[in-house]
């Protein structure tokens, strides 16, 4: 299992005691949480710690962000998507996953970043999770310990105002430009770090007044503001009280449009480009021309982050605008807005899904995942038909990438709360059909696509009665009726007119038909047809069509045995590629299979005892070993009758034992001619 970190960030200060100790910690519990005030650190020492735990001792590391989920219906999803998990199977979630981490070869660390809203539904994934699966370890952090039995908890304090904290202050103030220099800036540094409590969330936000004025005028400010807090009636620990005030008075030092665009930007759960923060969070005295400006401004301040060309919130940042968008009375209009933003996307993905710009969508849409389950959420709430509507255009995306729980989840929620008849239902029937049948409910998935095909002839929806074909098709291959399969796309392909490249029903019926003439033993028509789709699809500078095509030209040219040529070899790498693309882990599965059989079958040995390994882990990592199309069965038969007369018994198993060590996209990659051996 390879490991899933978020980049650590540069100029991490002090908690040196502290990184020893949770070190030590982590080698002796498999439970250990971080608890302590918002702003402490928690994260980025939990970050830190992780990360020298995989430098150190080799384990897997995944990381969960747990702040983006609004409650914990996506808490197994969550933890699921962190560990590379793409769950094809009709099990409850959580079974699917404590099943798959049992089964594995690897000691691995899951960390559970910010736990304090779901604690209770996370206190119960993680007491299955570490009954099922004794290699696991985790690392949770919170505002308050989880509550399980063994569990080590480490209370995280501030940075020590005499030394930790004063370096923290320092380095922000380079960053910022405003670098304190002499023995009266040393001790002005002081004193506010002391003020601050050694905070370093509050530490940030007033390094991000750096800018504008100096630490003198910074500390005589907040001195004056936490007097006040001090004597007025507000209650708590003095720590909070200086957290909470240095975020008031960051929020009262922005300007006008700043202040406003920090509140409604608190709508987003996940990180967000400016496309969409305009999108959402323009109107009134708030004109789009300004939304980057304020965007700018807010980075300054520390109120955000910018990484790459997307924008990201602290929760406890995030509270703080949450409560100014409800004192605003926007909350409902800009979760509207939210929604409605998201929910056109989707549409405009899924009428590019054809096309040039299809790679861009699936990455904006796997970047943007916590914010399409918030819009769909509100959407169930309030407008639940136009949730089925953005549930039928996204559930494909989904259905490719591996959040077929969600796709199923949000499907199933917006067709019973959906009120009619149409398009967007009947577009809802048949995307859930794809994710029943993707895992392994075939009858239900025939069902689905019966009722899609009924709604698309009443409505004369020529590409929706295409789609459906390709369904009911799907459920006849995957069950060994590759006849049945053809006959459902050539009735489809008949009655229909349109250009071969029109639509994607269209498009996904060739295929349909390319695999169900393989799977007869048509291979001269096979090949000529998936040839041809291949190129169309080529000229559209289109990939998930593509890697399918390929694949079918490579088990094709491995059933004419003419593996040697390296035709087999070249189009299961271009399969893979696509696949790579997409983040399709069922279909990289698919490919490595064929890519293993085409390798040995030219001698390549090692090589496709890499390949076949790293497709058993795909398999694992999809929740079905070695699931695919019949036709697949005999050539791993083959492949290894092979790959063992090449290498020898011992020498095949040591080959494999050498596999089992990497992470199956490093195998992957290095066969891609992305990595060098070992990498």
Known sequence: MSSHLPPVPPGFVGRLDELRDLAAALRAHRLVTLTGAGGVGKSRLALHAAEETVRSSHRAAAWADLWQLRDDRLLVATVADALGFADHTP??????????????????????????????????????????????????TGRQPLGLPDERRFVVEPLPVDTDAPALLGRLADDAGRPLTGTADAVVAARLCARLQGIPLALELA??????????????????????????????????????????????????AERLLWARLSVFR???????????????????????????????????????????????????????????????????????????????????????????????????????????????????????????????????????????????????????????RGRAL????????????????????????????????????????????????????????????????????????????????????????????????????AAELRRDSLARDEWWTRSYADYQLALIALNEDRAATATATAHALSMLEGKLLIGDHFGLALGLDVLASALAAQGSGERAVAAHTAAERYWSAVGHPQRGTPELAPLRV??????????????????AARAMLRAAGSITRELLGRTPPGG
Not at 104 to 109: G, K, N, R, T
Not at 119 to 125: F, G, I, K, T
Not at 638 to 655: I, K, N, P, V
């Open 91 to 140: 099990a409850l979630p959580l079974d699917a996953l404590a099943e798959w981490l049992a089964a594995a070869d690897d000691d691995l660390l899951l960390v559970l970043d910010s736990c304090e809203h779901v604690s209770a539904a996370c206190a119960a994934l993680v007491a299955r999770l570490l009954r099922a699966c004794p290699r696991l370890t985790v690392l949770a």
């Open 430 to 529: 048949w995307v859930l059909g794809v994710v029943r049948v993707l895992r392994g409910e075939y009858e239900t998935g025939r069902e689905l696509g019966q009722a899609a095909r009924a709604q698309a002839e009443s409505a004369g929806d020529t590409d929706a009665v295409l789609r459906a074909a390709y369904l009911l098709a799907l459920t006849h291959l995957l069950g060994g009726r590759p006849l049945a399969a053809e006959y459902v796309v050539d009735s489809a392909l008949a009655q229909t007119e349109g250009p071969a490249t029109g639509g994607a029903g269209r498009v996904l019926c060739r295929l349909a038909r390319v695999f169900a003439l393989t799977a007869r033993g048509l291979l001269d028509q096979a090949g000529e047809s």
């Open 270 to 424: 996940g990180p967000m480009d400016t496309e969409a923060a305009v999108a959402v969070c323009a109107g009134g005295p708030l004109a789009p021309a300004d939304v980057e400006q304020a965007l700018a401004g807010l980075v300054r301040a520390s109120v955000i982050s910018l990484d790459g060309d997307r924008y990201r919130m602290l929760d406890t940042v995030r509270e703080y605008g949450l409560t100014w968008l409800d004192a605003l009375g926007e909350t409902a209009r800009v979760a509207d807005r939210h929604a409605r933003h998201h929910a056109r996307a989707v549409r405009r993905a899924d009428r590019a899904w054809y096309g040039a710009d299809q790679i861009r969508w699936y990455r904006w849409i796997a970047a943007a995942h916590a914010d399409l389950c918030a819009a769909l959420d509100h959407l169930l709430l309030t407008r639940p038909d136009e949730a089925v509507g953005m549930a039928g255009h996204l559930g494909f995306f989904w259905s490719c990438c591996g959040h077929l729980p969600e796709a199923a989840r949000y499907l199933d929620e917006a067709l019973a709360l959906g009120t009619g008849p149409g398009p967007a």
């Open 638 to 655: 083959r492949y290894e009758e092979t790959a063992r007369s090449l290498l020898g018994d011992d020498g095949y198993d040591q080959a």
């Open 207 to 256: 390094a991000g007044q750096l800018a504008d004025r100096d630490v003198q005028d910074v500390d005589r400010q907040l001195a004056l503001l936490l007097d006040l807090s001090a004597t007025g009636h507000r209650t708590g620990p003095p720590r909070h009280r200086a957290l909470r005030t240095t975020i008031g008075w960051s929020h009262e030092l922005c300007a006008p």
